[in-house]
């Protein structure tokens, strides 16, 4: 049986979370603790008092300042994420892992690139959920899908931890 594709917006497949309680135990994320370009963090902050936007395992924390920097990754665990970061959770019948490919792709940074601000440009949130992607219909294509990227993901961070002596 082929696999059914379709457009759909960003904003139909995922909710962006805008708020959440800033909880005192929570690990808290700031945007220099990610690593660009490779879904990494290189620590996190012990909880503070900084406000930010609450995330759990799962979500993918986004950081729209200056998105050429490619700033993000994959939550493995309940957290804060303290700056410019969107937290972005996969709906109803969308895989995590395809949704993290997704905003890896060449198309969604082009996307995303188109900013706001000069001196601290900023993603546009309208912009980039308006946005078309040619998503599969089944979760089990997404995951396939999700899951081969992760695993290329896996082997370039696994070369570039032993090329930079990343902990």
Not at 46 to 70: E, H, M, Q, S, W
Request: aromatic share 12%; net charge positive; charged share 25%.
């Amino acid at each position: 049986m082929p696999y059914v594709w379709e457009q759909r917006k960003l904003g139909e497949i995922v909710t962006r979370i805008t708020a959440g309680q800033n909880k005192s135990d929570f690990p808290q994320v700031e945007y220099e603790n990610v690593i660009p370009e490779y879904g990494q963090l290189k620590g996190i902050c012990n909880a503070t008092t900084k406000k930010g936007v609450a995330f759990t395992a799962g979500d993918i924390v986004y950081g729209k300042l200056r998105p050429y920097l490619k700033k993000w990754f994959l939550a493995k665990f309940s957290g804060t994420a303290v700056g410019d970061f969107w937290v972005l959770r996969p709906r109803e019948k969308i895989s995590t892992s395809f949704v993290y490919a997704l905003i890896q792709s060449k198309e969604f940074q082009l996307v995303a690139n188109i900013t706001s601000g000069t001196k601290m440009p900023r993603a546009d949130w309208t912009n980039v959920s308006e946005h078309k992607y040619i998503v599969p219909v089944h979760i089990e294509e997404q995951k396939s899908i999700g899951s081969l990227c992760s695993i290329v993901d896996n082997l370039i961070v696994a070369n570039e931890r032993n090329r930079f002596g990343w902990t």
